[in-house]
């Protein structure tokens, strides 16, 4: 007999299979004391063992792009960061620790401090766990922690995957992804998006599912089915073996025209995205030029940088976002340490007022190679708060020669005075991942907050809504770089809102299009007035899948 659980829809598509659970974590070793004539022996395996691990993060990061190499890049910086080996040797010289305890206790350490400067930050905490595992299980001579390798397709079963491990997923082996833990804006969840994986998190009950047992997941609707009907198997088997195409032109039923983009952070990723067909790039991450660097790279080196994308895009849009550090992602040369809230602290745009110098560099840089290609370059700044922020932006922008200058907003701030912000500003674009975190108070790493940590938010879409009335006010163009962007379910309902380009990963394109291909503007706008009339995110969603219901399983979704 059938069971079904439920949990967060966060990559959709339909997947079939047998279930495989990740291993058993490595095991916290004993404390065992070295003899004195062992403790060099003792750190010369430490180090050789940190810098093993080191180097496969670096080689694994180098081998994926967009999203998947960004956290690769922080999980492998911190293997690379000398602290935790550093302090590992320490326990090892003053306390005779073995190396693997001494690796532990010094990451326990680690973690703590993390934990008490809350998020970002705190999210890093995981990230120094699964490099502490894999430092351990090298010096102990055991199975790294890691997705298993059974030798056929399976649905993976975990509690939460680190995103060492989700970045390398094989979409041909890996059907499907199943998290107890995790939420909606996870690392799980945006690189099972990228990747093109069905996803369900932060599901109950997941712990429960064995190794062999049949699994069913809708990453749509959110639903896992344990022991399925052979039939159901064989449908969802079926659906997964043909891939739809984008015919590079968004639109809906009527002929409106909603442009569809891609989210790029690198070289790579713009292949992929000319690939998938997208219109252009509506979110150009610009850190992969800074970060792991100790010091800020030369404008040369950007311009370089930065032509290698906008090149892959003649005559087409390209929205450049510029830097966004701090937060989760500091940079010695920009962001301070020992900030108390650092997700609250100076990052984004904020860091210019201390190191101006930094922006007006990568402008001159970004203006330098939008010269020297033919890419219809826009510029827009992250954590954006204010209209006074906007003025001196888009003022700087001009001062390089870049007229079309526009914000990213995420702040609610931004969304409630966003007349005030479009009066300034050429255009802007929603980061709804942000947006929805500060919105609900919500941190969108934690599982335990999966159903606040939803762009389905009445909240979020109200200010959704009241972003795009500031913006058509001013005759200003509104789109969504965020992660919703990738929902094809909300996709309708943003545009009804009176959102007019979405940028996504390049795999989400084809399911975004199709969706709104079949239905009409004023459609769309009844789409919104529904899900803005339920007063919690689930019954939102599910009011605009019962009216769009042929529609998706038409498409499968």
């Not at 008490?116 to 999210?123: A, I, N, V």
């Not at 198997?233 to 983009?261: C, I, K, Y």
């Not at 989210?263 to 610009?286: C, H, K, S, Y």
């Given at each position: 007999m059938s069971t079904t659980l439920t949990g967060a829809p966060v990559s959709p598509g339909r997947a079939a299979g047998p279930a495989v659970t990740m291993p058993d974590p490595v095991p916290e070793p004993r404390t065992t004391r070295l003899a004195s004539d062992d403790v060099e022996a003792a750190v010369e395996h430490l180090t050789a063992a940190a810098?093993?691990?080191?180097?496969?993060?670096?080689?694994?990061?180098?081998?994926?792009?967009?999203?998947?190499?960004?956290?690769?890049?922080?999980?492998?910086?911190?293997?690379?960061?000398?602290?935790l080996a550093a302090d590992a040797e320490r326990l090892v010289r003053a306390?005779?620790?073995?190396?693997?305890?001494?690796?532990?206790?010094?990451?326990?350490?680690?973690?703590?401090?993390?934990?008490?400067?809350?998020?970002?930050?705190?999210?890093?905490?995981?990230?120094?766990?699964?490099?502490?595992?894999?430092?351990?299980?090298?010096?102990?001579?055991?199975?790294?922690?890691?997705?298993?390798?059974p030798g056929h397709p399976f649905v993976?079963?975990?509690?939460?995957?680190?995103?060492?491990?989700?970045?390398?997923?094989?979409?041909?082996?890996?059907?499907?992804?199943?998290?107890?833990?995790?939420?909606?804006?996870?690392?799980?969840?945006?690189?099972?998006?990228?990747?093109?994986?069905?996803?369900?998190v932060a599901v109950r009950g997941a712990a429960k599912i064995s190794d062999g047992e049949t699994v069913l997941l809708d990453g749509g609707a959110?639903?896992?089915?344990?022991?399925?009907?052979?039939?159901?198997?064989?449908?969802?088997?079926?659906?997964?073996?043909?891939?739809?195409?984008?015919?590079?032109?968004?639109?809906?039923?009527?002929?409106?025209?909603?442009?569809?983009?891609?989210?790029?952070?690198?070289?790579?990723?713009?292949?992929?995205?000319?690939?998938?067909?997208?219109?252009?790039?509506?979110?150009?991450?610009?850190e992969f030029c800074f970060l792991g660097r100790s010091s800020e790279p030369s404008v040369d080196e950007q311009v370089a940088a930065y032509r290698r994308v906008l090149s892959a895009f003649p005559h087409r849009k390209v929205v450049v976002?510029?830097?966004d550090a701090g937060a989760d992602k500091p940079l010695p040369?920009?962001?301070?340490?020992?900030?108390?809230?650092?997700?609250?602290?100076?990052?984004?745009?904020?860091?210019?007022?201390?190191?101006?110098?930094?922006?007006?560099?990568?402008?001159?840089?970004?203006?330098?190679?939008?010269?020297?290609?033919?890419?219809?370059?826009?510029?827009?700044?992250?954590?954006?708060?204010?209209?006074?922020?906007?003025?001196?932006?888009?003022?700087?922008?001009?001062r390089h020669g870049l007229d079309t200058a526009g914000v990213m907003i995420e702040v609610p701030a931004a969304a409630l005075r966003s007349a005030d912000i479009f009066a300034r500003a050429a255009f802007g674009s929603l980061g709804t991942n942000d947006l929805i975190q500060y919105t609900l108070a919500a941190d969108r790493m934690l599982g335990e907050l999966a159903a606040l940590s939803t762009p389905w938010q009445p909240a979020v879409l109200e200010l959704v809504r009241l972003s795009c009335e500031g913006a058509a006010a001013h005759g200003r163009p509104v789109g969504v770089c965020g992660e919703a962007a990738a929902d094809a379910t909300l996709a309708p309902v943003l545009v009804g809102l009176g959102v007019r380009s979405l940028s996504m990963t390049p795999r989400a394109l084809a399911d975004v299009a199709a969706v709104l291909a079949e239905v009409t503007l004023d459609e769309c706008r009844e789409l919104a007035r529904v899900a803005l009339a339920e007063h919690d995110p689930v019954a939102a969603r599910n009011a605009v899948r019962d009216a769009i219901r042929p529609v998706l399983t038409d498409l499968g979704l």
């Open positions: 810098a093993a691990v080191r180097d496969d993060l670096t080689d694994r990061a180098g081998q994926v792009t967009g999203t998947a190499a960004d956290l690769l890049s922080v999980t492998a910086a911190i293997a690379a960061d000398p602290t306390d005779h620790l073995t190396p693997e305890r001494a690796v532990w206790d010094a990451a326990r350490a680690l973690v703590k401090q993390l934990e008490k400067l809350g998020p970002p930050l705190s999210e890093r905490a995981r990230d120094v766990r699964d490099v502490r595992d894999r430092i351990v299980a090298e010096l102990i001579g055991v199975r790294p922690p890691g997705v298993p390798r993976l079963v975990a509690d939460d995957l680190a995103p060492a491990d989700t970045a390398t997923l094989d979409p041909a082996v890996v059907l499907g992804v199943v998290t107890s833990g995790g939420g909606p804006t996870s690392h799980t969840a945006i690189l099972a998006r990228a990747l093109g994986i069905p996803a369900v959110g639903v896992v089915v344990l022991d399925p009907a052979p039939d159901t198997v064989a449908a969802a088997q079926q659906r997964e073996a043909t891939r739809r195409a984008f015919g590079g032109r968004g639109r809906t039923a009527d002929g409106t025209r909603v442009e569809l983009m891609a989210n790029v952070a690198d070289p790579a990723g713009a292949q992929a995205a000319i690939e998938a067909a997208a219109e252009g790039v509506g979110l150009f991450r610009t976002r510029t830097l040369f920009v962001t301070s340490d020992g900030e108390p809230n650092p997700a609250l602290g100076v990052r984004g745009l904020r860091t210019a007022a201390a190191r101006p110098g930094v922006l007006d560099r990568q402008l001159q840089a970004i203006a330098t190679a939008a010269e020297a290609e033919n890419a219809e370059v826009w510029v827009m700044a992250p954590m954006v708060a204010t209209a006074t922020e906007t003025a001196e932006f888009v003022a700087a922008c001009a």
